[in-house]
Structures are given as C-alpha cells and as structure tokens.
C-alpha cells in the first residue's frame, strides 16, 4: 500500500513535541522628552533668575510653561513641531545675540539637544496638575499659620527688620507696626537676609531644595528686584556680604563656596576646599578672605582673591552649622552640633602644629542645645547664640561672661541686634518675632511677621 506523501509526512512527526519559532519583540517607542521632568529643571537654575514674575527681561516670563509659550518682546518663544524657526533656539545656540542664559556659561549641547527634540516632539507641557498650583506667581503667598523663620535683618538705620517668609521677605517697620513691603521672588526658603552697608539693597539667599540655590538683590527704595542669580542644584546657605556690599559670599550642598558680584551676579569664584555640606561663610574685614564652615568641622580660611586654601583655624570637633565675624577685628565665633561657641583669630600668632589650636581665644560656656546661628553687637562687646533650645544667651565677648538671657519658644534659627544695640530680635520654630532688651534680656516686643488668613467655617 502506497501513503500519500502528505500523509506519511503528516504520521511521521505527529508525536514529535510542537516546537514554536520565536516572535518578533516590539521594540518600544522611544520615552517623548518631557516638558516637566527633562526641560523645566534646566529653566529653573539657568534661565527663571531673569525671567521670573519679579524680574521680567524682555518682558519673557519663565516661571510658567504659559509664559514661556507666550514668549516676549520678540514673539512666541518657540513653534512646537519646528525647532529650526524657533526663536529660544536661536538664543541658545547664539545664532542671536547675546546668547542665552545672558552673562553665564551657555548651555551645554546635551542640554540645548533637550530643548530642539522637545520642540519637535510637540512642546507639550506635561507638568502635574498638583504643580501647577505651587507654581511661582506675581501675587504674596497666602499663610492660615505662621511659617518657620529661618532669616531677618535690621536696615543699618534702624528703621525696618526683614524676616524670611515662604517665597517672599516681609520687611517691617522695626517696631513690629506693620509691613512696609512684601518682596515676592521664586525661591521656597530664605535661609539668609543681609542689608549692604548703606541699606539700599537687600540680600536674599536661599532657593528651592534639591532644584536651584538663588541669590536675590532687592533695592529698598523701590521695593524693585534689580537681580537674581540662580546656581546649583539645591539652596544656598550662610551668605553675607563683602565689606563693601560688591561680592557675596555663600555655602552649597554640593560641598563648594561660591562668591558672585553683586552688580554683574557674575560667579567669581567655586572653591572646593570641604569634603561635605557648606552651610555658612563670611568676609575678612579687608574683603580678600574668607572663613567657612560646614558639616566636615572645618573653619577654613582661604584667599577670596584667588581661591587657595590657607588652612582650618580650628581644631576638628563636631559638624559646624555657623559663624560670625566679629565687627571691627579679624576673629569669628562658629559654632553647632558641640554646642560650645569657640572664639577663633583668623590669623595664627605663631607656626602651626599638628593639632594646633592657638588661634582660639576663649570658649563660651555649653548650650543647651545644637548651635544653629550666632550674632555680634554692633560695637562687638556682645555676642548672642541660638540654639535648639528655648533660650538665646547674651555674652560678654571680652571675658565671656553671661551677661542676660532671652527666653523664647522653641528652636531658634536666625538673631540680629539691632543698630542702637539696645534690641535683639529672633525668630525660629514657631513662626514668631520676638524682640528683646539686650541688658535685661526682657521681652519687649511679639508678632507674627506674616498675615494669617483664617480658615472659612462651613456650616452644615
């Protein structure tokens, strides 16, 4: 009997196990740039610091996807779909001058390359709907409690203190009356309020964790923001000014210290000399030094000219969060989580030994708790200390000895004499100022530096 050629096939390896042949995998389509994660983040540290509601140039708005769609005085910012003819490219590549962001370093090409697919793909704004709402806006924030003070300031005159608030410095009439002006910016936190010599312009430093550090400098007459220097990758901490209120001097988390000019924001130098977190800096009395101190112990003194590291003035003992330079001599007070204030020279009377310590003038007495800012009188007799406790102490700087003490509530995070030196105001945890008289350490005067909005009762 002949089988069918089919069938004989067919019988042959029907018991044979079915053997599949692979499947084509899909290759996924490539993740779209996105607006919100990949092109908002490079805006926020190189580009919202000239153009934000405080501060428009060229009248271009950056702070919103809105505002950057709209564009400014030269038209739309971009045409989504065509990267060519948009005008932001043309700014960033400076096919059109001046280059853009103006007076820094270009973007780098990856981060333009960002920009170009993004417009291709369609420029769509992706930002989360819960986002949207923290948004920075031309309007002052609206508070139902008071925020946690982290900085204030007394104008050189007297007249007015500035307290930090959220995205915004309060600045008061002195006596707690009232509110002279509300200046609103775009950084979340202010952790550092300093008046240049003469009081006409205003230093606020801080920024928006883990985004962007800014550096802003309000004129006071005006109540104008005449510039904001936005850098690094997270806030900035312990600025001050120079003598001569031309350079300021800052901390970073990324273990630098940075100094800017004040007229340019000109970044004049990054000097890398800690091997942890930065949190305060100070000027020499001359202007060509500065002492810093951070999270790795370190009081280290360097050149502000050139960026060399001198050498630490201080023994190594616990993390350092503060310093003070005393008014009129070069020698700091720093302080942290040791709790004890050290009063250090910046200059060595003699040659440095392997754990030298001869620059230190004297130890003030245990806190009771972690120092967290320290403040000298106006005429440096006296020296005030917060801390994670409930009291600020008054010293004498001359022999240490307590002279009054101020009892408040809670941590306190920022101090200031005022110019007569007759008042000390603080503020800290619980959102209040307070102000005392330095000889008696009395409480003279309490507020909440912020206007609070209450809760609307709904009825059922």
């Given at each position: 009997?002949?089988?069918?050629?089919?069938?004989?096939?067919?019988l042959l390896f029907s018991n044979l196990p079915v053997l599949s042949l692979p499947q084509s995998e899909e290759v996924p389509a490539?993740?779209?740039?996105?607006?919100?994660?990949?092109?908002?983040?490079?805006?926020?540290?190189?580009?919202?610091?000239?153009?934000?509601?405080?501060?428009?140039?060229?009248?271009?708005?950056?702070?919103?996807?809105?505002?950057?769609?709209?564009?400014?005085?030269?038209?739309?910012?971009?045409?989504?779909?065509?990267?060519?003819?948009?005008?932001?490219?043309?700014?960033?590549?400076?096919?059109?001058?001046?280059?853009?962001?103006?007076?820094?370093?270009?973007?780098?090409?990856?981060?333009?390359?960002?920009?170009?697919?993004?417009?291709?793909?369609?420029?769509?704004?992706?930002?989360?709907?819960?986002?949207?709402?923290?948004?920075?806006?031309?309007?002052?924030?609206?508070?139902?409690?008071?925020?946690?003070?982290?900085?204030?300031?007394?104008?050189?005159?007297?007249?007015?203190?500035?307290?930090?608030?959220?995205?915004?410095?309060?600045?008061?009439?002195?006596?707690?009356?009232?509110?002279?002006?509300?200046?609103?910016?775009?950084?979340?936190?202010?952790?550092?309020?300093?008046?240049?010599?003469?009081?006409?312009?205003?230093?606020?430093?801080?920024?928006?964790?883990?985004?962007?550090?800014?550096?802003?400098?309000?004129?006071?007459?005006?109540?104008?923001?005449?510039?904001?220097?936005?850098?690094?990758?997270?806030?900035?901490?312990?600025?001050?000014?120079?003598?001569?209120?031309?350079?300021?001097?800052?901390?970073?988390?990324?273990?630098?210290?940075?100094?800017?000019?004040?007229?340019?924001?000109?970044?004049?130098?990054?000097?890398?000399?800690?091997?942890?977190?930065?949190?305060?800096?100070?000027?020499?009395?001359?202007?060509?030094?500065?002492?810093?101190?951070?999270?790795?112990?370190?009081?280290?003194?360097?050149?502000?000219?050139?960026?060399?590291?001198?050498?630490?003035?201080?023994?190594?003992?616990?993390?350092?969060?503060?310093?003070?330079?005393?008014?009129?001599?070069?020698?700091?007070?720093?302080?942290?989580?040791?709790?004890?204030?050290?009063?250090?020279?910046?200059?060595?009377?003699?040659?440095?030994?392997?754990?030298?310590?001869?620059?230190?003038?004297?130890?003030?007495?245990?806190?009771?708790?972690?120092?967290?800012?320290?403040?000298?009188?106006?005429?440096?007799?006296?020296?005030?200390?917060?801390?994670?406790?409930?009291?600020?102490?008054?010293?004498?700087?001359?022999?240490?000895?307590?002279?009054?003490?101020?009892q408040t509530q809670g941590a306190i995070y920022t101090l200031a004499f005022h110019p007569n030196g007759e008042q000390l105001a603080?503020?800290?945890?619980?959102?209040?100022?307070?102000?005392?008289?330095?000889?008696?350490?009395?409480?003279?005067?309490?507020?909440?530096?912020?206007?609070?909005?209450?809760?609307?009762?709904?009825?059922?």
């Amino acid at each position: 009997m002949k089988w069918p050629c089919k069938l004989f096939i067919f019988l042959l390896f029907s018991n044979l196990p079915v053997l599949s042949l692979p499947q084509s995998e899909e290759v996924p389509a490539p993740e779209k740039t996105s607006y919100f994660k990949d092109v908002w983040p490079i805006v926020q540290r190189r580009c919202q610091g000239c153009h934000q509601p405080a501060f428009m140039k060229a009248d271009l708005l950056l702070t919103r996807y809105e505002g950057f769609e709209k564009g400014g005085e030269n038209g739309p910012a971009f045409i989504p779909g065509n990267p060519d003819d948009s005008i932001v490219m043309a700014y960033l590549t400076g096919e059109i001058e001046p280059q853009m962001p103006s007076e820094k370093s270009p973007l780098s090409n990856e981060e333009i390359l960002i920009f170009s697919q993004w417009i291709q793909e369609g420029a769509n704004d992706d930002t989360p709907s819960e986002m949207r709402l923290r948004l920075p806006s031309t309007e002052p924030p609206i508070y139902q409690l008071p925020p946690v003070i982290t900085a204030i300031a007394y104008s050189p005159n007297g007249r007015f203190l500035a307290v930090s608030g959220f995205r915004e410095v309060l600045v008061h009439r002195a006596d707690g009356s009232g509110i002279e002006a509300r200046l609103v910016g775009i950084s979340d936190r202010i952790q550092s309020l300093e008046f240049s010599s003469r009081g006409f312009f205003l230093m606020a430093a801080g920024g928006t964790p883990a985004q962007f550090g800014e550096v802003q400098f309000w004129h006071i007459p005006t109540q104008k923001l005449m510039r904001s220097v936005t850098t690094c990758y997270d806030t900035v901490f312990g600025a001050s000014f120079s003598p001569d209120a031309k350079k300021v001097v800052f901390g970073c988390s990324d273990r630098t210290v940075r100094v800017i000019d004040r007229l340019s924001g000109e970044e004049l130098l990054r000097m890398g000399h800690h091997e942890n977190w930065v949190l305060a800096a100070v000027f020499g009395m001359d202007g060509k030094r500065t002492v810093s101190v951070g999270r790795d112990r370190a009081a280290k003194l360097t050149d502000a000219l050139s960026g060399a590291f001198f050498e630490n003035i201080n023994l190594l003992r616990g993390e350092l969060t503060a310093v003070a330079r005393h008014p009129a001599r070069d020698a700091v007070v720093i302080g942290g989580e040791g709790r004890i204030p050290y009063y250090y020279l910046m200059d060595r009377p003699r040659k440095m030994l392997i754990a030298d310590d001869s620059t230190l003038i004297r130890e003030f007495e245990r806190q009771q708790g972690e120092i967290l800012a320290i403040s000298f009188s106006p005429d440096g007799k006296k020296i005030a200390i917060a801390s994670t406790s409930d009291e600020v102490p008054i010293y004498s700087v001359e022999n240490g000895d307590r002279l009054a003490t101020c009892q408040t509530q809670g941590a306190i995070y920022t101090l200031a004499f005022h110019p007569n030196g007759e008042q000390l105001a603080t503020g800290g945890f619980d959102g209040h100022i307070r102000v005392f008289d330095v000889d008696s350490g009395r409480l003279s005067t309490k507020f909440i530096p912020v206007p609070i909005e209450k809760k609307l009762q709904v009825s059922n």
